[in-house]
């Protein structure tokens, strides 16, 4: 089974060209399930055609046993379901044990959202005698600006900016590309990084040798600001992109126009964030009203 787990995870990186992150995933949750296989039938050598769905079901609920959370279960389910089509598709089984599978109800978690007053304040703790500033003023202001996801920011090429129309083409998951708008302060924030690294590389956030900044750079650089200013529990460029979504909404901005900035494929994706409105209005009327 080990060659068809190969096999599944080529087609994920070409035919279907799934993000490396996605594939990662992937590949460590059939490699879990090989070695569970491998343990149950005694063998190194798994033959797919011996699985059947009660077998899917003992790995699953050991999952369970574990304590590992039901989010992390579903999309295991998921990865699951999809190789074992996969492995039916090509003939190597009779009939998939996979499609019964369900997965487990996931508890709907609210995203952590900054407020606007704090978000400001992110923006202030940029000290201009830091060496860095103008960098990270950028990396701030075109977070919060655009509410792209941290791979399309370390992706970002100075040819995709649109100085005149003020928007960024970024390509998102399944290489879907879109057109998102910014605002003055990020483009005025953008224009002053990108004088001062100057032409070193086509990449717009990047390190002096014109090496592209990786995701974690720019990730640290997001939690040190918010850490400054906020006591949200979690700290983390998507913080921004749900603080974005949300203040969006907050000021009557239309759920489809939003989901089409965020790059969501399904509205249900989008609607979570009406969600936190709703609760932050909820939480004011208690505050506020003589009567509640």
Sequence with gaps: MQHLIEQYINELKGERNYSAHTVAAYEADLEQLHLFLSRHFESE??????VDTITLRLFLGELSEADIRPRSIARKTTVIRSFFKYVLKNEMIEDNPARSLKSPKIPRDLPHVIDVQDMEDVFKAVS??????????AILELFYSTGVRLSELTSLQKKSIDWGNMTIRVTGKGSRERIVPFGHKAKQALMTYIQNTGDVSPFVFVHKNGRRLSGRTIQRVVVKYIAMVSEVKKKSPHVIRHSFATHLLDRGADLRAVQELLGHQNLSTTQIYTHVSIDRLKRIY???????
């Design 45 to 50: 050598v798994v033959d797919p055609g011996r």
């Design 128 to 137: 201009d005698e830091d060496k860095n500033a103008t960098r990270d003023r």
């Design 286 to 292: 208690q505050e506020k009203h003589p009567r509640a």
